[in-house]
């Protein structure tokens, strides 16, 4: 993956202190994080081959991510225990 995006996302990391929580180094974090995006491209590719597909021409019939985070917000109990320990809130739209 380019080498100034991981360096950029290991400054990201470290600026805000995101490899506290493992107490891994943060190269090493964004090394990991680059390997995600990577593998994820991997499969998005062999899932396209699979149906035939060019790769990029998936069309969705779904609904869109607005909607679905919009409903799940409205469905959210903020009341769960869980809500305030893994600080979650509702999105502003």
């Known amino acids: 993956m380019n080498t100034e995006f991981?360096?950029?996302l290991e400054s990201l990391i470290n600026k805000h202190s995101?490899?506290?929580?493992?107490d891994t180094p943060d190269f090493i974090l964004a090394q990991y994080l680059?390997?995600?995006l990577e593998n994820f491209d991997k499969a998005l590719a062999a899932r396209e081959t699979w149906y035939g597909r060019k790769i990029g021409t998936a069309i969705s019939s779904?609904?869109?991510?607005?909607?679905l985070r919009a409903k799940a917000d409205s469905e959210r109990?903020?009341?769960?225990p869980l809500t305030e320990l893994f600080d979650i809130k509702p999105s502003v739209t």
């Open 77 to 80: 109990d903020m009341s769960d």
């Open 6 to 8: 991981r360096q950029e």
């Open 62 to 67: 779904g609904p869109t991510f607005e909607t």
């Open 18 to 22: 995101m490899e506290n929580g493992s």
């Open 34 to 36: 680059s390997g995600c």
